[in-house]
């Protein structure tokens, strides 16, 4: 496309040159054809080739003016223009003033000497030479240091160096001015001023007065956009203070700065509104002046409109314009391919008014370049503007069929750069149909770019622009897709963390699936390498082991190809601070010294507190103990001391992630010796024989001494003696002999060094030994004889007779034997104490109905004296214990029998039992039915109508005094007697003695109420173990362990335990559960007390248990929830936390009693003549002495499940649990039923044996069989189970 030329580089109007360089004047220009290039050289044309050094870069207009062989820079000044031309037009550049850089030297002078008096005002004149450009000047020494600056000294902006007042100290020989000329890079240094100051004894106050701007007012003139720069320097004594103000206004804050300290006022990027007055005030303590400074602002000439480039077609019209500003007003100059308008061929078509170009019904041929030239005498403006008359077919600029992407939601653009002239008309379709887009979610812009404000999905698909004029057309597509944006959805988050540990930076994205993405990590900004400790994967960074080179900002930089989004987080290493340093001792005093140091680096975590340590090379030398501790904002601290001490310190830095390395030791410091700070302590006197005293004390530690050879002064004497005893020693012990016997005395310890005594100790009172006490208590009788205490008197002894401290009155007792026929007893002594000096005491916890015997001694802290008398009681009956067990069986569908057994403690004559009952369904409960029994009594069958009722039963004993503990239980609703039997048994090993509590006479909810003290309830954690039996033909009840968590108790610091219950067990049956705790009582104590709670109704219930520490409780409802824990029943206080457990649910079957069934008893008969015919064929195999498989597995170890081997061989084991024989026979409807055989009955007079692990060793034969068969190695059945056996 044709096109008239366009200036597109040119230097600047200014043009300052160094003169050490090559000379560059550009000019480049564009154009079609390509224009040539003309310059002018001060308004004459410059003929580039004939000039010497001058050369003409093609195809640029540029110039580059050498001197590699000679010339002089300072003969190519002047002014420059280009000129670029082409057969469309002229267009010129700027006028181009090309000046050499220039640093002339300082003119010599010869300076004298200044003399001033102090207190006056002085000005060092700079007058640096005038450079091009002008350099800017400093103020130096001859040792090439600044001049201090400040609000008394200070250089203005002529470079002149102001002093407001002279002072002495402003004497010198070398102040110098200094210019720096920017181009040449040289400093030009003045003649130095040599200020010889005179002296004054007061230095006078004088009143400010200005020493630059002189009078009261100055005027200022600046140019539109450059800076403004006043200045006010006042001289006075006190150094005046400058402030500035604006007449009639505020200053522009944003484009003001104060500097030189007030003395200079700067405001940049002035504007028109800056003119006006400012107004400069100084003042000091004596008065004040101000300087008005009036501003003019002037402005070269600037673009308001400036002229643009025109393409028309043939006929059409068009409008040029050339709009300038400035102050005064420029004048505007139109030229026409570089020569004034008014000397151009006339154009007909063209028409000037003022400061614009009207055209009309332009012409082919019409092309020129315009120039509009807007001047002032500030300066001027020059703009180039081209008019092409065209006559072209639109056409498409850009390139074909683009593909767009963008994010959904944003603002997009789709382009169409398009030509034509005349200018063609474009429109905008999408998918090829409809109207053209323009208006609401669409604009179309002049330059052809279709605007869409919010790209949605439904704004996809093909883009057509279509550009069409008188000419043609021409069109254009774009296909659009909108995609998803790409988020992170989880950011990283800032991570402080300690040194060694992980740590991992989150970044989830979400992003559109058609685009490939990519997950960059960047550490404060910068790529970095991962390994194989720092590692990412789709979704984070993971840095293991971290260190303080992992510390920085990360980011996650997630890209696409249109889009891209970042997130960032800062990883802190925390870390053990850095050891403290350089530590000093100062203050140094006799008994304290000042230790100051240098904290270490944090290491990103506060130092919380600082360890002062010490050393010392007398006593422990090398170890190192603490001190004292100080805050973490402290580094300097006063450290008190002990005498005679040498030594060394070290601080040890503390934060939240540990203890920092030791400092290096800091000097030593050795403190000299002083008497004892301290007196001796925990004085003791005592006997360790009945005519000696030991005195003891603890002694000085090594530190408390304060000094070598510690001696230590005992003093004693008898209590109501004046005289004192002394000794020396060098020991922590002096024993005092020949004392009388348990004789007090007053002891005091006094400890002395070298240097002196130090403090005496407080008197204690202290006794020599004892002996045993001569006396016993006379008369100890009882009366108020109960079942279970009884009441003592006896005389006491005279005091002088303990020969010792009293500690009680001791009384020995044992139970000689039960009243009840029979019964035997534990005749262990028993101990208890009385420390009443009365003679009166009660005696408790006895057994009711027993023969007890007793006698009691004195004791002091050593020994006991001669017995009393010893006494012979009985004490009364009492309730009995609960019966030693209770089972409750039901042999068939209508019968239910009870079995019981003796209390193992009647506690007196046993009269009888009481039985009560009732049914029970559910939570309704039936009539109560008694039942009394006598004491030989202790089996009961109960005829029942229905075998689906269910009942309660309580069973007591009772004696005369009243009925005793209560067992209950609920009947079973089951048919086998032995698989499901509920008992409560108290073996004699477990003496398991019930809190009493009378037989219900209504229907029961409740047991007697232990009374306690407060009890606290401790939530604890349960152990629960299941076990499920394999036996393939018995169902079990699952086996459930509660536990709790309680620990077993340490011993405390006084070596005394103490007294807890702990781990307490459960394991829970159908309506049984086995208890068992550990406790740490004596076995005098060990009596306890188990108490539960039924929590559907919070029925509680006690048992109590004495000597053990386990129990089969019996009597517990199926598939319910307990509550239940042990306490002592002499220290109630103490108990075992709560633990919760729940019964299994009983497996019931109803059946009907197969034995009155005829196909039974016919199956029983066939049976039995199968046995005789085997019975017959045993014999007859056994004379011939054949070998049977039995043989081979006779002595095999029997297996714990029920198998049937392949040679019809059984193995059998006991059962703990009741649980029926393996290999019984099953009934119909499933049940077992168990034989009622035993294996003894077969044989032929052999007891049934059983090893170590319960297993029967006789079920294949009894003993002498076995003897027969091993004498003559064969299989004999000399049973009816061995010849089942050999014949299987």
Known sequence: MKQPPTIVKQSPKDYIVDPRDNIIIECEAKGNPPPTFMWQRNLRFFNVGKVQHVTQRKPSGTLEISFRNGGRPEDYEGEYQCFASNDFGTAMSNKILLRVSKSPLWPKEVLEPIVVTEGSSLVLPCNPPPGLPPPNTFWMNSGMMPIRQDARVSMGLNGDLYFSSVLSKDTSTDYSCNARFLFTHTIQQKNPYSLKVHTTRHLPETSPSFLTPSGLISSKMVLRGEQLLLECIAAGVPTPSIKWFKKGGDLPMRRVKLESFNKTLRIINVSEEDSGDYICMANNMLASIQHTIAVQVKAAPYWLDKPQNLVLAPDENGRMTCIAHGNPKPTIQWLVNGEPIEMSLANPSREVEGDTIIFRRVLMGGSAVYQCNASNEHGYLLANAFVNILDMAPRMLGPKNQLIKVIKNQLTFLDCPYFGSPIPTLRWFKNGLGSGLDGGHYRVYVNGSLEIKRALAEDQGTYTCVASSILGKAENQVRLEVKEPTRIVRAPEHVSSTRG???????????????????????????????????????????????????????????????????????????????????????????????????????????????????ENRWEPGKWQNLSSHPGNVNSVLLELSPFVNYQFRVIAINSVGQSQPSRPSLRYQTSGAPPDIAPEDIKGMGSKKNNMEITWKPLSDIQRNAPNIVYEVSWKKKDTEEWNIVNTTQAKYVVHDTETYEPFHIKVQAINDFGQGPESGMVLGYSGEDYPSAAPAHLNVSKIDSTKVNMHWDPVDPSTVHGEFKEYRLYYWRESSLVK????????????????????????????????????????????????????????????????????????????????????????????????????GTQ???????????????????????????????????????????????????????????????DDVVAT???????????????????????????????????????????????????????????????????????TVEPNSNYANVSWDHNFHADNSEFVLEYTLQSNKTVKTVAVKHKSHIRLAGLVEGAKYQLRVFS????????????????????????????????????????????????????????????????????????????????SFDYHSDEDNKPLQGSQTSLDGNVKESDDSLVDYGEGGDGQFNEDGSFIGQYTVKKDKEETEGNESSEATSPVNAIYSLA
């Open 1129 to 1208: 029943l002499v220290q109630n206080h103490i108990s075992s936390p709560y633990v919760t457990f729940e019964t299994s649910r009983a497996i019931t079957t109803d059946s009907v009693d197969i034995a009155t069934q005829g196909w039974f008893i016919g199956l029983m008969c066939a049976i039995a003549l199968i046995v005789l015919i085997l019975l017959i064929v045993c014999f007859i195999k056994r004379s011939r002495g054949g070998k049977y498989p039995v043989r081979d597995k006779k002595d095999l170890p029997l297996d714990a499940v029920d198998h049937k081997d392949q040679d019809g």
């Open 501 to 615: 540990s992980s740590v991992r930076f989150n970044c989830r994205i979400s992003h559109d699936p058609t685009l490939n993405i990519h997950v960059n990590w960047l550490k404060n900004d910068q790529p970095f390498s991962y390994g194989w400790r720092i590692t990412k994967d789709e979704e984070s960074l993971t840095i293991t082991n971290i260190n303080e080179g992992d510390q920085g900002t990360y980011t996650c930089l997630v890209k696409t190809e249109i889009d891209e989004d970042v997130a960032s987080a800062r990883l802190t290493v925390l870390d053990r601070p850095e050891s403290p340093k350089d530590l000093e001792l100062s203050d140094l005093l006799a008994r304290s010294v000042r230790l100051t140091w240098v904290p270490g680096d944090s290491n990103n975590s506060p130092i919380t507190e600082f360890l002062v340590q010490f050393e």
């Open 994 to 1064: 019930t809190v009493p509590v009378p037989v219900p006479t209504t229907i029961p909810t409740t047991t007697t109420t232990i009374s306690t003290s407060t009890t606290t309830t401790i939530s604890t954690s349960t152990t629960t173990t299941v076990s499920t039996s394999t036996t393939p033909h018995a169902r079990m009840v699952p086996k459930v362990l509660v536990q709790s968590s309680a620990k077993q108790p340490d011993e405390n610091i006084s070596g005394t335990t103490p007294r807890e219950i702990w781990n307490l």
């Open 822 to 921: 029979g019964l035997k007893v534990n005749k262990d002594k028993k101990t208890k104490g009385f420390f009443s000096s009365s003679g009166t005491g009660i005696l408790t916890d006895l057994v009711p109905f027993s023969l007890y015997k007793m006698y009691m001694v004195v004791a002091n802290s050593r020994y006991e004296g001669p017995p009393s008398n010893t006494v012979e009681f009985k004490t009364r009956q009492g309730i009995p214990d609960a019966p030693r067990f209770f089972k409750i069986v039901r042999r068939s569908s209508n019968t239910i029998h009870l079995q019981w057994d003796k209390p193992l403690e009647p506690n007196g004559n046993l009269s009888g039992y009481t039985l009560k009952f009732f049914t029970v369904n």
């Open 925 to 987: 409960v039936g009539k109560e039915q008694v039942k009394s029994f006598h004491p030989n009594v202790t089996s009961f069958d109960l005829h029942v109508p229905d075998r689906h009722t269910r009942y309660k039963f309580f069973l007591a004993a009772f004696t005369p005094a009243g009925s005793g503990e209560v067992s209950s239980d609920e009947s079973p609703n089951f048919s086998n007697e032995e698989l499901y039997t509920s008992s409560v048994e108290l073996t």
